[in-house]
């Protein structure tokens, strides 16, 4: 099955600095990738995806990158805000011939004012 | 997107009993998930609620632990059952809407405490 992983667990920025998420996967097949953002005790929203048949995405200071030969796609966020501190997820579907996604463990994000 | 709903949104129960989450979708999806996420954890699918039929349960999910209900496209409980404090998490539902959509919403999630 699909095997996610994310880098770092945790990451603490200036406010106004960019904060950058990176995960792996380990099936080629792989071709949706969503992050989602869950604040404390709030459900995971989606924030942003990108399928493969794409190499980056972006929606304003969000953006998603995408690099198939390595299996890899990370998260940037430009001009940080105290509102992006939060919990991100990053997450591939795991086949071509199913919905079911895996997710990330995960990444604290702290903004710092 | 579509807007999920779960009932209840937290719950304190005694270790040997059930409790039932209900989850509601405003609109129609093609597909239904249930997950579990520990404090402080990542999110691990439990199975896909299937309507109509039973449900397809992940690698260490069973039935009998987790018995899950999809009456129609807009419906589904999940049960969790004989609890133990060890089944102390978050439980979410969560939606794909459209045949050639892959983007999942979530419901705000049941916080279950057993004693």
């Known amino acids: 099955g699909e095997n996610v992983e994310q880098h770092p667990s945790t990451l603490s920025v200036q406010e106004g600095d960019s904060a950058v998420i990176k995960c792996t996967y380990s099936?080629?097949?792989?071709?949706?990738f969503p992050w989602y953002k869950q604040e404390l005790g709030k459900r995971p929203q989606l924030i942003i995806d990108?399928?493969?048949?794409?190499g980056e995405k972006k929606d304003q200071r969000i953006a998603v990158t995408l690099n198939k030969t390595a299996k890899h796609f990370s998260l940037h966020i430009t001009e940080t805000q105290p509102e992006d501190s939060a919990v991100y997820f990053c997450a591939a579907r795991r086949s071509s011939n199913d919905y079911k996604l895996s997710f990330g463990a995960g990444t604290t994000v702290t903004v710092r004012a | 997107s579509a807007v999920i709903s779960q009932k209840p949104s937290r719950d304190i129960c005694q270790r040997g009993t059930s409790l039932t989450i209900q989850c509601q979708v405003d609109?129609?999806?093609?597909?239904m998930f249930w997950y579990r996420q520990q404090p402080g954890q990542s999110l691990t699918l439990i199975a896909t609620a299937n309507q109509g039929s039973e449900a397809t349960y992940e690698s260490g999910f069973v039935i009998d632990k987790f018995p899950i209900s999809r009456p129609n496209l807009t419906f589904s409980t999940l049960t969790v059952s004989n609890m133990s404090p060890e089944d102390s998490s978050i439980y979410l539902c969560?939606?794909?809407?459209?045949?050639?959509?892959?983007?999942?919403?979530f419901g705000p999630g049941t916080r279950l405490t057993v004693t």
């Open positions: 609109s129609q999806v093609t597909m």
């Open positions: 969560s939606g794909k809407q459209g045949v050639n959509s892959y983007e999942q919403y």
């Open positions: 099936d080629s097949a792989s071709n949706y």
């Open positions: 990108i399928r493969s048949n794409v």
